[in-house]
């Protein structure tokens, strides 16, 4: 990643972390602490791990139509590996684990990657279903938040599922375009990058080209509605995920809503500011998202996006550094691949 990059990054970083702990002390922020059942965090936990489980399910339809017979348990450890590896800039994780896949499996990078690739836009629809059902049905919920940076919850929430509405058609009418006509779209991307350089435009065009093969699951419309049932089921996981969280700090008078609420603001944060292992971003949105707009102490909502985080991050460290040691890859490995050494 440029220098540039890294520093725009860490600047995006610290500024929401300066958000979240502003108006925080830190003797405030360890007797809030003290105050915490942490034993309510072990079913949170197991269902956090139970999502991961899901997720390699999931991920093994998505892979079959290229390569029968891959196991779950292939598939669980480059996932694992990959979502730690999102504790790197740009989502590096997304990344690794197409790489991890393609080595494993014998598959070329982006075949793999276009399998993530699918992956997290059913994630995206399901994120936008939530938010739509939210902004349709209980927009009153959001009117509490009044506003941040002079701009209205409510309005920045609706700008940005109008957004991410805009860019979800553009994404599945060019993967059905891609899938249904590749020679014609390949040509218009050939007459498109024709003044790069030879080299890039090549090797774009071979990418494209073998990325188009891993969409193939989207020509089946019985592996589509089942990727959609695994997608249903595996963030019904993620919204119970929460809830042990709330038993922990003591939240129960907050209504169950209130989850579905906080994964929104969660999901819209972390995608605007994509920071390293969402440090911060996650932090800064269980802010708004508790204390903001259910009006729960501002110190116990900044806990809350600390602990939480740690968790689930634990659980994502603890399983990727597990699995790096038992399939025996290296950290310099992780960190030195390149998209051009996948080419099949």
């Known amino acids: 990643m440029k220098k540039k990059h890294l520093i725009i990054t860490f600047l995006i970083t ?124 209980r927009a009153d919920i959001f009117l509490s938040a009044g506003n941040f940076k002079d701009v209205a919850v409510v309005n920045i929430l609706r700008k940005f599922g109008l957004l991410t509405f805009i860019i979800s058609i553009g994404i599945v009418t060019f993967s059905y375009l891609l899938l249904h006509f590749r020679e014609k779209m390949l040509n218009v991307i050939r007459f498109i990058v024709k003044p790069f350089p030879a080299r890039f435009s090549c090797g774009l065009i071979e990418f494209i080209n073998s990325f188009a093969q891993g969409l193939g699951i989207l020509n089946d419309i019985k592996s589509i509605f089942l990727i959609s049932i695994l997608s249903a089921i ?27 609420v906080l994964i929104v603001v969660v999901g819209v944060l972390i995608s605007i500011f994509p920071t390293p292992g969402f440090l911060g971003s996650y932090q800064a949105a269980c802010v708004i998202g508790l204390h903001e707009i259910y009006k729960v102490p501002e110190v116990a909502a900044v806990n809350f996006g600390i602990i939480s985080w740690f968790v689930q991050m634990g659980v994502v460290f603890v399983l990727g550094i597990y699995f790096i040691f038992k399939e025996n890859i290296s950290f310099k490995e992780l960190k030195s691949f390149r998209v051009k050494e996948l080419k099949s």
């Open 234 to 260: 595996l963030w019904i996981f993620m919204i119970l995920s929460y809830y042990p969280f709330y038993l922990a700090f003591g939240f129960t008078e907050l209504p169950y809503i209130s989850i579905l």
């Open 14 to 137: 610290i500024g929401a972390l300066y958000y979240t702990f502003k108006n925080i002390t830190f003797s405030e922020l360890l007797k809030a602490l003290s105050t915490v059942n942490y034993i309510s965090l072990l079913p949170a936990i197991l269902i956090i791990v139970l999502t991961y489980l899901f997720r390699a399910i999931r991920w093994k339809y998505l892979v079959a139509p290229l390569k029968n017979g891959v196991k779950t348990s292939n598939l669980f450890s480059p996932l694992m590996i990959g979502f730690m590896g999102n504790l790197l800039p740009a989502r590096a994780g997304e990344f690794i684990r197409a790489y991890l896949l393609g080595k494993k499996e014998n598959l070329s990078f982006s075949v793999s990657f276009a399998t993530v690739f699918v992956e997290r836009l059913f994630d995206l629809i399901c994120l936008m279903l939530i938010m739509t059902w939210l902004l349709v049905f």
